[in-house]
């Protein structure tokens, strides 16, 4: 299965090439694949290409999707219930500061 990643632009370096922040200090150069793309958009990202642009409120709803997925896997994995959701709940917080910068 894969994913989509939730970014934010910080660049547009030609009509065809943004830079984006994954979150963690991780700055990549994706192809666009949306039009009217601008710093400051919130996108998905998906095998190097942003497929789709988001509100800032559909970003904490991917994250928190995700947060869920991590929290599930971790227990699959032989994690306890209370382990699990502090992963989870750790990812949450990292990924949100891609909001706040």
């Not at 991780?26 to 642009?53: F, Q, S």
């Amino acid at each position: 299965m894969c994913w989509a990643v939730p970014a934010k632009v910080v660049a547009i370096d030609s009509d065809v090439i943004a830079e984006v922040d994954l979150g963690g200090g991780t700055i990549k150069k994706v192809a666009i694949g949306v039009d009217n793309l601008k710093p400051g958009d919130y996108v998905m990202v998906h095998a190097g290409v942003i497929i789709e642009k988001l509100s800032k409120e559909g970003v904490i709803e991917n994250l928190k999707f995700i947060a869920e997925e991590i929290q599930r896997t971790e227990e699959i994995m032989g994690k306890s219930e209370e382990e699990a959701k502090k992963a989870a709940d750790e990812f949450f917080k990292e990924a949100m500061k891609i909001l706040e910068s």
